[in-house]
């Protein structure tokens, strides 16, 4: 084969593959636009049309709670300057659908949330074929995710289809083949009707994370996380960037119920920033638990540099900062834990031992590290 053979024979080949792969190539001059945001929390682009988003907390936190100031702005082309969102600021739909399937809740609350939506909107009667409503909790799992599929077929000109329940529409939320397909699915369907989709998400209680293998997945492919939390002795919850691909963290939001309008409402700047950084310090107090747990383990004592090895190891498992950077925010660990009473320090130097902390009678001289 001589050479001016070769050279067609692989003009041909990449005419094929071009041909094959065409609605997928992009080039320095393709003409794409940027995401359109379509909802804001404090400012911050959280959801985007064409595009998927979560909503991540435990059980009862809030999370179908922030849905109803999600579609109640989403409804209202002016709203009235006291309007108390939470901070939340959706694009007004105009003449596209919003779509919400719920697959948890009764019947009964689903409806409530739907009037609880309109009069916030300030809407007496809902407009059925602007916005639908559905409970699926009584379908099984097949059944919901061919009628998942049949309705983003159907209302393909919605600009807004929140799920409250993604981990209904499979056998579990650790079946790897079933969690890929459905993300895939939705993110190919929120690209071809240009719609923002929302997913709610449960998470693990003991470390925050979005539960199994989708909520793995949401992390890397989402455009867009919050993660709502609640503190169940003061009664107030919180709203916080989770991951945020397109814009700036937002400072968290606090809200609470309020009996009299029988709605969430902002907790006041004040008392707000107050009870942010007790958050931070509870979240900070938990990871510093969990992070003492993994390294000390089931040892009854370990000399100091082998304790901050191990910190090091598990802050940062690739090695991907200095060696400096690594002691210094392992030392600092370990002072925090002394702080925390969750470990003592005895000896002096290099030759410093660390133990688990036990009662003694006076817990002082173990509050702060020695180096």
Not at 154 to 177: H, M, P, Q, R, W
Not at 291 to 302: A, E
Request: glycine share 6%; charged share 30%; with cysteine.
């Amino acid at each position: 084969m001589n050479k001016d053979n070769i050279i067609s024979d692989n003009q041909q080949l990449n005419k094929i593959f071009d041909s094959i792969f065409s609605d997928s190539l992009i080039f320095d001059d393709s003409d794409i636009s940027d995401p359109i945001p379509f909802v804001k929390v404090n400012g911050s682009t959280f959801a985007s049309l064409g595009d998927i988003s979560f909503i991540s907390g435990v059980p009862k936190s809030g999370k179908s709670s922030i849905t109803g100031f999600i579609i109640a702005t989403a409804l209202t082309e002016k709203r009235p300057l006291c309007f108390d969102s939470l901070g939340i600021v959706s694009t007004f739909q105009g003449n596209r659908p919003i779509v919400y399937i719920d697959t948890e809740q009764h019947e009964a609350h689903t409806k409530k949330r739907l009037k609880s939506a309109l009069k916030m909107a300030g809407i007496e009667r809902q407009n059925k074929e602007l916005l639908k409503v559905m409970n699926w909790r009584k379908y099984p799992q097949k059944k919901r995710h061919e009628a998942l599929v049949q309705a983003l077929d159907y209302y393909k000109n919605a600009c807004l289809f929140i799920i409250d329940g993604v981990a209904d529409f499979v056998t579990s939320t650790n079946n790897e083949e079933e969690g890929n397909i459905l993300l895939g699915f939705l993110m190919q369907k929120a690209s071809e009707n240009n719609a923002a989709i929302i997913l709610l998400i449960h998470e693990n209680a003991q470390n925050g994370k979005m539960r199994g293998h989708i909520g793995s997945e949401a992390e890397r492919k989402c455009g867009g996380t919050i993660s709502v939390k609640k503190d169940r002795e003061k009664g107030i919850h919180f709203i916080e960037p989770k991951y945020i691909r397109d814009d700036e963290d937002f400072t968290p939001v606090v809200f609470k119920y309020d009996k009299e309008l029988g709605r969430m409402v902002s907790v006041d700047s004040q008392a707000a920033q107050i009870a942010i950084q007790e958050q931070k310090d509870n979240a900070k107090g938990s990871q510093l638990k969990q992070l003492y747990s993994k390294c000390m383990g089931d040892d009854k004592q370990l000399p100091r540099a082998e304790f901050r090895k191990r910190i090091e190891q598990e802050q940062d498992p690739n090695n991907k900062k200095s060696s400096n950077t690594r002691e210094q925010a392992a030392n600092r660990a370990i002072e925090d834990m002394a702080k925390g009473l969750l470990i003592r320090i005895n000896g002096k130097g290099k030759a410093q031992i660390i133990e688990p902390f036990t009662i003694v009678d006076n817990p002082e001289p173990y509050q702060t590290a020695i180096f």
